[in-house]
């Protein structure tokens, strides 16, 4: 894959201690169900570190950049922002990528 054909979008969320359970329980509510149906969404990876017990970590590869503005503007979108901002640290690290080279996902 290079760069002209797709990208890719990381998150980084810091739970309040004890709490990352509680995120993805949000996340599972919201976002699972549309996220195994994103057609511009070739590959999703939703993980928690292994060295910080209330982080967690997710992580988009996509067609284009669409995929992030389609996330944001699903109906559901603003009362899961609301449900996880009550259960985080504090804001959410966001950072768009651009994949140079990537295994495993057709271009």
């Given at each position: 894959?290079?760069?002209?054909?797709?990208?890719a979008?990381?998150?980084?969320?810091?739970?309040?201690?004890?709490?990352?359970?509680?995120?993805?329980?949000?996340?599972e509510k919201?976002?699972?169900?549309y996220v195994?149906?994103?057609?511009a969404?070739?590959?999703?990876?939703?993980?928690?570190?292994d060295?910080?017990p209330?982080?967690?970590?997710?992580?988009?590869?996509g067609?284009?950049?669409?995929?992030?503005q389609?996330?944001?503007?699903?109906?559901?979108?603003?009362d899961?922002?609301?449900e996880?901002?009550?259960?985080?640290?504090?804001?959410?690290?966001?950072?768009?990528?651009?994949?140079?080279?990537?295994?495993?996902?057709?271009?």
């Amino acid at each position: 894959m290079t760069s002209s054909t797709g990208t890719a979008f990381y998150i980084k969320h810091k739970a309040l201690p004890g709490k990352r359970d509680a995120v993805r329980a949000v996340w599972e509510k919201y976002a699972r169900g549309y996220v195994e149906d994103a057609g511009a969404q070739l590959a999703y990876f939703y993980c928690y570190d292994d060295n910080d017990p209330d982080t967690i970590i997710a992580f988009q590869l996509g067609a284009d950049q669409t995929m992030v503005q389609d996330f944001v503007k699903q109906p559901w979108f603003q009362d899961y922002q609301t449900e996880t901002a009550a259960l985080l640290a504090g804001p959410s690290e966001f950072s768009t990528l651009t994949p140079i080279w990537v295994k495993g996902v057709a271009s």
